[in-house]
Nanobody, 124 residues
Framework: VQLVESGGGSVQVGGSLRLSCKASGATFWHYCMGWLRQAPEKKREVDATIEANGQTTYADSVVGRFSVSRDNSKNTLYLQMNSLKPEDTAMYYC????????????????????WGQGTQVTVS
């Protein structure tokens, strides 16, 4: 699976961004997909996951502000980020793996075998 993120950039506090992740090379629709972030000098962490059936799970820090979705017809994953804070500044990665539903909802960094190159989000 090849994953390519886009949509990052610089935004003011309280602003919004929409990240996209285009997948190719495999059957996208049945993969567990995730958005993860890595801030400078911090460990990579999961922000949100979405199962093949569309069920979503979010980290506490983004609940109510971020929304993950997928368009299987376009092989594309999205992350709508609202009410952005300076602490959201990070490199954001799209990730995928063929995880069963309960694993997807509880997925952590090592569970994902496929990664994009990342897209930078800066909030100031």
């Amino acid at each position: 699976v090849q994953l390519v993120e886009s949509g990052g950039g610089s935004v003011q506090v309280g602003g919004s961004l929409r990240l996209s992740c285009k997948a190719s090379g495999a059957t996208f629709w049945h993969y567990c997909m995730g958005w993860l972030r890595q801030a400078p000098e911090k460990k990579r962490e999961v922000d949100a996951t979405i199962e093949a059936n569309g069920q979503t799970t979010y980290a506490d820090s983004v609940v109510g502000r971020f929304s993950v979705s997928r368009d299987n017809s376009k092989n594309t994953l999205y992350l709508q980020m609202n009410s952005l804070k300076p602490e959201d500044t990070a490199m954001y990665y799209c990730a995928a793996d063929s995880l069963v539903q309960w694993r997807c909802a509880r997925a952590s960094v090592p569970d994902f075998g496929y990664w994009g190159q990342g897209t930078q989000v800066t909030v100031s």
